[in-house]
């Protein structure tokens, strides 16, 4: 048995996974490409944007927990194929919107149920990779998020001034639901699939994933418990990964959704150029997750304690953020998109935060800790593009710009002092 080698069926997993963040962040963000255009149609000021930007997030992090929560009792398989067709044809919605009101709505409802995504994509990951390949796989996944933002931008660019802004909303959700479907024939845990041997589950197990065989095969699932929710709001340790999340979620955010509208309007690029210059930042932050998650690695491989290996990265890639200041001070479009890679790369090598659930989170709590986590972070998601708005109210920019770059010092400061040692937390 010991000859045989180990099937690679947990790399399919990781592609399929990949996708669906490429299909999340496409979904979420394709309001930023829209969002000049929509604002001249429905005539809607910065403040207006800044809560039609922030709308997915309410939803989005309040619905964390219980996202987590879905995810431990429920797997993953069903779960994930409706959540997606769901979001995505509240993406076509966009398309027939006429108003303010119907614009906040649809991004609500992406919004939940775009929510369990990521515990979902944790749990996937815990369950499919031993411990010392789990920040590269999670770095490989996370990377769809500026890879998919890299190329979508000039590509969702070009699609609207082809087929209009309704149009990209119309093509961008009928992706969605047919990657739904797809997801829901293709995905299997480890121990269900077909395809893996014997030796991959050994070298999975063996290695820190976690499945637990007998457990999966008896069909039992951890049942929610307030005192868990208690235990999972009660940690330091926890508590300086979930600062750290809405400090890195707030650099994400700005590209997420006023970095467009700062090209066009602020910077006064036309629009294609805009989607091109655009994709710079999301390629940087692409380089930076992969250096990230496979410097961590190799570093832990080295025998390096978790807590240089798994934190340096984070760190540095905060601090690196604080950078985005630097564009106050340029004027020619080159230096400003300089200013911008150098924070979005810094933003992409402190991504391997997920990391930081699987190896701190009470081993039956992954979808609950990566819930909260989750919604810790989600909130920047409310709360950053609001903040914006109000802040770019008298046509300067750059308040916006030194509010990003001061959250993403709060993040390194709370790495390096909350978070402490890496280790397991008990349940009890």
């Given at each position: 048995?010991?000859?045989?080698?180990?099937?690679?069926?947990?790399?399919?997993?990781?592609?399929?996974?990949?996708?669906?963040?490429v299909?999340?962040?496409?979904?979420?963000?394709?309001?930023?490409?829209?969002?000049?255009m929509?604002?001249?149609?429905?005539?809607?000021?910065?403040?207006?944007?800044?809560?039609?930007?922030?709308?997915?997030?309410?939803?989005?992090?309040?619905?964390?927990?219980?996202?987590?929560?879905?995810?431990?009792?429920?797997?993953?398989r069903?779960?994930?194929?409706?959540?997606?067709?769901?979001?995505?044809?509240?993406?076509?919605?966009?398309?027939?919107?006429?108003?303010?009101?119907a614009?906040?709505?649809?991004?609500?409802?992406?919004?939940?149920?775009?929510?369990?995504?990521?515990?979902?994509?944790?749990?996937?990951?815990?369950?499919?990779?031993?411990?010392?390949?789990?920040a590269?796989?999670?770095?490989?996944?996370?990377?769809?998020?500026?890879?998919?933002?890299?190329?979508?931008?000039?590509?969702?660019?070009?699609?609207?001034?082809?087929?209009?802004?309704?149009?990209?909303?119309?093509?961008?959700?009928?992706?969605?639901?047919?990657?739904?479907?797809t997801?829901?024939?293709?995905?299997?845990?480890?121990?269900?699939?077909?395809?893996?041997?014997?030796?991959?589950?050994?070298?999975?197990?063996?290695?820190?994933?976690?499945?637990?065989?007998?457990?999966?095969?008896?069909?039992?699932?951890?049942?929610?418990?307030?005192?868990h929710?208690?235990?999972?709001?009660?940690?330091?340790?926890?508590?300086?990964?979930?600062?750290?999340?809405?400090?890195?979620?707030?650099?994400?955010?700005?590209?997420?959704?006023?970095?467009?509208?700062?090209?066009?309007?602020?910077?006064?690029?036309?629009?294609?150029?805009?989607?091109?210059?655009?994709?710079?930042?999301?390629?940087?932050?692409?380089?930076?997750?992969?250096?990230?998650?496979?410097?961590?690695?190799?570093?832990?491989?080295?025998?390096?304690?978790?807590?240089?290996?798994?934190?340096?990265?984070?760190?540095?890639?905060?601090?690196?953020?604080?950078?985005?200041?630097?564009?106050?001070?340029?004027?020619?479009?080159?230096?400003?998109?300089?200013?911008?890679?150098?924070a979005?790369?810094?933003?992409?090598?402190?991504?391997?935060?997920?990391?930081?659930?699987?190896?701190?989170?009470?081993?039956?709590?992954l979808?609950?800790?990566?819930?909260?986590?989750?919604?810790?972070?989600?909130?920047?998601?409310?709360?950053?593009?609001?903040?914006?708005?109000?802040?770019?109210?008298?046509?300067?920019?750059?308040?916006?710009?030194?509010?990003?770059?001061?959250?993403?010092?709060?993040?390194?400061?709370?790495?390096?002092?909350?978070?402490?040692?890496?280790?397991?937390?008990?349940?009890?």
């Amino acid at each position: 048995k010991n000859n045989i080698a180990a099937t690679r069926v947990r790399y399919s997993i990781l592609a399929a996974v990949f996708i669906n963040v490429v299909i999340n962040y496409m979904d979420r963000s394709n309001i930023s490409v829209a969002g000049s255009m929509i604002s001249k149609e429905l005539d809607l000021d910065s403040v207006s944007m800044g809560y039609v930007f922030s709308a997915f997030g309410w939803t989005y992090a309040s619905l964390q927990i219980p996202g987590g929560i879905l995810a431990d009792r429920y797997g993953v398989r069903l779960l994930y194929s409706i959540t997606l067709i769901i979001w995505s044809l509240a993406t076509i919605g966009l398309g027939f919107v006429t108003g303010f009101a119907a614009l906040i709505i649809l991004r609500v409802l992406i919004g939940a149920f775009e929510a369990p995504s990521y515990p979902m994509n944790n749990r996937i990951v815990t369950s499919w990779f031993p411990e010392n390949e789990r920040a590269s796989a999670i770095a490989m996944y996370t990377s769809g998020q500026f890879i998919g933002l890299a190329f979508l931008t000039p590509a969702l660019t070009m699609i609207q001034v082809y087929a209009g802004w309704r149009g990209l909303f119309f093509i961008t959700g009928i992706i969605g639901v047919v990657w739904g479907i797809t997801w829901y024939f293709f995905y299997r845990s480890p121990t269900e699939h077909a395809g893996i041997n014997e030796a991959e589950l050994e070298h999975i197990e063996n290695g820190g994933g976690l499945l637990n065989r007998k457990k999966e095969s008896n069909g039992e699932h951890t049942t929610f418990q307030w005192q868990h929710l208690g235990r999972v709001l009660s940690n330091q340790k926890l508590w300086g990964i979930y600062l750290g999340q809405f400090c890195l979620n707030g650099t994400l955010l700005f590209f997420l959704t006023w970095f467009p509208k700062y090209l066009v309007e602020y910077r006064k690029l036309d629009f294609i150029k805009s989607g091109l210059y655009a994709s710079v930042p999301f390629l940087s932050a692409f380089v930076g997750v992969l250096f990230s998650g496979f410097l961590s690695d190799y570093l832990v491989k080295r025998k390096l304690s978790p807590g240089i290996a798994r934190k340096a990265p984070v760190v540095m890639g905060l601090l690196l953020s604080v950078s985005i200041i630097g564009a106050n001070y340029v004027t020619e479009p080159k230096w400003v998109i300089f200013f911008m890679s150098l924070a979005f790369f810094g933003n992409g090598l402190a991504s391997i935060t997920w990391v930081f659930v699987s190896l701190l989170a009470p081993k039956k709590l992954l979808g609950l800790t990566g819930g909260t986590f989750n919604f810790m972070g989600g909130l920047a998601s409310i709360i950053v593009p609001i903040v914006i708005g109000y802040l770019v109210k008298g046509g300067d920019f750059s308040p916006a710009l030194i509010f990003i770059g001061c959250l993403a010092f709060i993040g390194a400061v709370s790495y390096i002092f909350l978070v402490g040692k890496i280790e397991r937390i008990g349940i009890q």
